[in-house]
């Protein structure tokens, strides 16, 4: 056999290098453990251990110092020598060390369990219960659950304070390797009378997620007196959170619970309170609503101070909460074979696009920022914020500037409508083929609803289509036209502005004709005028800035700036409100709607005040009677008068625009809120349903044999809710599909 010496000189080379790269590494790692030993003290490892990649920031690092604090208080054992410890080491210990923690916060809790804290277990006990509770013109009530699915989820057991007779109970129902317990159906059926009983008041906190459990199990709770998580929001809509043990922790000490309030993880972690033991099931579910009742009382005392917000809370936002639970267990049908279609085609849209894209940028990772950034802003060259962003806002901002961009917007839209949507709704339906969102009556700070899975408001118009009406019912969409310039006209009593509505004219065409100084009849519908005037009216309501208008507009900045200060001009009195609204705002720190809902602004004052005297200044120094626009590069101002205005600017004129949008859009909400409740009271006694509010927007689901005469009905109800100095109008669409209705006038109604 013959030899290939050159191949094997090759392997033997490779072995030699192999075994001297092995040693050096065993020499390396037996160089780390030496000086690893080498590091004797307690603090000279720790100093190591901070310097891990692990632990050099965030909640890891703040773990590993209550670790190392613990051990050195000796609340914590560490039975190795400092050269042991390692970061996997520091991890198990901090897991240690919630444990304990968690155990002796329970214990403590066990100790001081009041004597009025009951647990009812037998059926004498509940009889006594219930003998009590005839007594009770109201009382404080709480469910706890499996889990936060009010569709699938149980309840385990039901807590409530009985403010008269002075005690607070648990009933468990359903726990887990528990002691004796009642059936549910037996403690439900017990309470059923006072539960469904409209005159018994019952006070919770956020009450609509226990009356869909008490629906879950077929009972419809009826008498809601107050809920503290909406009242909350009422009181003080910038409240960080209306968590009730947050709550508790935060304001506790006017009621009576002073200190932290533990939420339910931080007890037992992330089980389910089904195998939580019934000592600590009682402390933890009667703390609950008797904590609700003090909240309830204290928060009664400030609303009775305040008869705007309590007539608010009461006329409008306490009877709404009725409304939230029906518009959630109506839900939307969604047609699933529709959207397997309409899936596919949106797959070959993106198909297409991307073939676009693959030519315009290369072979790249369209959905990775990363890759993006790298060809727009390093290969291509345009123009780059300081983030490197690829945001979609980023990229309309480079429209123009190359032929590429268009089509990675229609991409990113594509593969939103795709993914957010049209694939993921089916998956959200229960059991009943329906998806059931979730709404917030007090989710923003002006008082608009909000929706989640799916949030409707971000819904696109195409992917509405997959929501239908189901077999013998349609869909009905009462939407109120421009209303809040309607607001705006009758707040602000500008003769001008209201003429329009007053004459049956075209708003937005009268505008531009007034502004532009054009004929009305170059401002008709479809004109640019006309077009441009409908994003300058938000503008002149919001306050947004001349750079952001120049940009919606397609216009300098100085003529987006001339064309607010020839709005201002032609609506005096429209200017005058604005002006008015910043001058109350800046007094009181706070704004209202009509109806009395609150917009606050903490800390305002002070700084408005040395806006004034600062733009005051600038004003001097340069003979004018406004603070010109490019006030930063003016050389007739001093620097550090710049410089100070600057620091205060950008926050003041940010309250100013929300103050202004509070009065206007929070007005919208409450009149939304209003026909709501009319809505729900006339839809009621026909057996149709409410089954979601966008924005200006109701959605109904009526039978299809309404008539017209009923549709009319329904309009009514929506107008009058808004009482308004110049006439309210609504556009009603019916529809089998959402998305593909007819307007009223088109609609074939049944004879």
């Given amino acids: 056999m013959e030899l290939n010496f050159d191949g094997l000189m090759k392997t033997m080379e490779k072995a030699a290098l192999s075994e001297r790269g092995a040693a050096e590494r065993v020499k390396e790692a037996q160089g780390k453990k030496a000086r690893v030993k080498a590091a004797t003290s307690w603090e000279d490892r720790w100093k190591q251990i901070f310097g891990m990649s692990k632990f050099k920031s965030g909640l890891d690092r703040q773990r590993a110092e209550r670790v190392k604090a613990a051990v050195e208080n000796g609340v914590l054992g560490m ?59 109201a009382f404080a009530f709480d469910t706890e659950t499996t889990g936060v699915d009010v569709y699938q989820d149980v309840i385990v057991g039901v807590s409530l304070t009985l403010p008269r007779a002075g005690y607070h109970v648990y009933i468990p129902v359903a726990h887990n390797n528990a002691g004796p317990q009642l059936r549910r159906s037996y403690v439900l059926n017990g309470l059923k009378r006072y539960l469904t009983d409209p005159t018994v008041g019952k006070v919770l906190h956020n009450a609509k997620f226990d009356i869909h459990m008490l629906l879950r199990h077929g009972m419809r709770m009826r008498g809601l007196a107050h809920d503290t998580m909406i009242a909350m929001k009422i009181l003080n809509e910038n409240e960080p959170s209306v968590a009730l043990k947050n709550l508790a922790t935060r304001y506790g000490k006017f009621f009576g619970f002073d200190g932290e309030s533990h939420t339910f993880e931080d007890l037992f972690g992330k089980a389910c309170f089904a195998d939580v033991p019934l000592d600590m099931a009682l402390i933890y579910a009667a703390k609950d609503t008797h904590l609700t009742w003090e909240l309830y009382k204290w928060q009664m005392e400030h609303l009775t101070k305040r008869e705007d917000l309590l007539k608010l809370y009461r006329e409008l936002e306490n009877p709404l909460v009725d409304i939230c639970v029906e518009m959630e267990q109506t839900g939307f049908a969604v047609d699933t074979a529709f959207a397997q279609e309409y ?177 009305l009849s170059e401002c008709g519908d479809g004109s640019k005028y006309r077009k441009m005037m409908k994003i300058g009216l938000l503008a002149v309501m919001y306050g947004t800035s001349m750079f952001t208008l120049s940009e919606q507009l397609g216009i300098s900045v100085e003529e987006a700036h001339r064309f607010i200060e020839g709005f201002y001009d032609e609506y005096p009195d429209v200017y005058a409100f604005i002006k008015d609204t910043w001058e109350f705002v800046k007094k009181n720190e706070y704004v209202a709607t009509l109806y009395g809902r609150k917009r606050r602004f903490p800390g305002h004052r002070e700084q408005a005040i040395v806006y004034d005297q600062l733009a005051a200044k600038i004003c001097k120094a340069l003979g004018t009677e406004r603070v010109p626009l490019d006030f930063w590069s003016n050389k007739g101002i001093p620097k550090d008068l710049k410089r100070k205005f600057g620091a205060v600017k ?69 107008v009058r809710a808004a009482e308004l100095e110049v006439p309210v109008k609504v556009d009603t669409e019916i529809m089998a599909r959402w998305g593909d209705g007819v307007k009223k006038g088109e609609y074939k109604w049944v004879a």
């Fill in 343 to 519: 899936g596919e085609e949106l797959k070959g849209e993106l198909a297409e696009v991307e073939k676009t894209l693959v030519a315009h940028f290369g072979e790249i990772n369209f959905n990775s920022p990363a890759q993006l950034a790298e060809v727009l802003y390093d290969r291509l060259g345009l123009p780059q914020g300081k983030e490197r962003s690829t945001d979609v806002k980023t990229l309309k901002g480079l429209k123009g500037r190359h032929p590429g961009i268009e089509p990675l917007l229609k991409y990113r839209e594509l593969t939103k409508l795709l993914g957010t949507y049209v694939e993921a709704l089916p998956h959200q339906l229960k059991a009943d083929g329906r998806i059931h969102g979730s709404f917030n009556q007090v989710a923003t700070v002006t008082g608009r609803f909000a929706s989640r899975e799916p949030n409707l408001q971000n819904l696109p118009p195409r992917a509405r289509r997959l929501i239908v009406a189901p077999k013998g019912w349609l869909l009905l969409g009462i939407d109120f036209s421009q209303i809040e310039p309607r607001i705006l006209a009758h707040m602000s009593g500008d003769p001008h502005f209201r003429e329009p509505y007053l004459k049956g004219e075209d708003l937005y065409s009268t505008l531009a004709a007034r502004v532009f100084k054009v004929p």
């Fill in 79 to 137: 039975d190795v020598p400092p050269e042991k410890i390692t970061g996997k080491l520091v991890s198990e210990k901090f897991r240690e060390l919630e444990l304990a923690e968690k155990n002796e916060k329970i214990a403590k809790l066990l100790k001081s369990k009041p004597d009025n804290y009951r647990l009812i277990q037998t059926e004498d006990q509940f009889k006594a219960l219930l003998a009590d509770l005839r007594h009770e013109p």
């Fill in 650 to 718: 950008g926050e003041v004129e940010r309250v100013r625009r929300m103050a202004v949008n509070a009065r206007i859009q929070g007005t919208a909400a409450d009149i939304m809120k209003r026909a709501l409740l009319n809505l729900y009271e006339y839809t009621r006694a026909r057996g149709w349903k409410i089954n979601g509010t966008v924005h200006d927007e109701a959605l109904l689901l009526v039978r299809d044999t309404i008539t017209l005469a009923e549709v009319e009905e329904l309009e009514a109800c929506m």
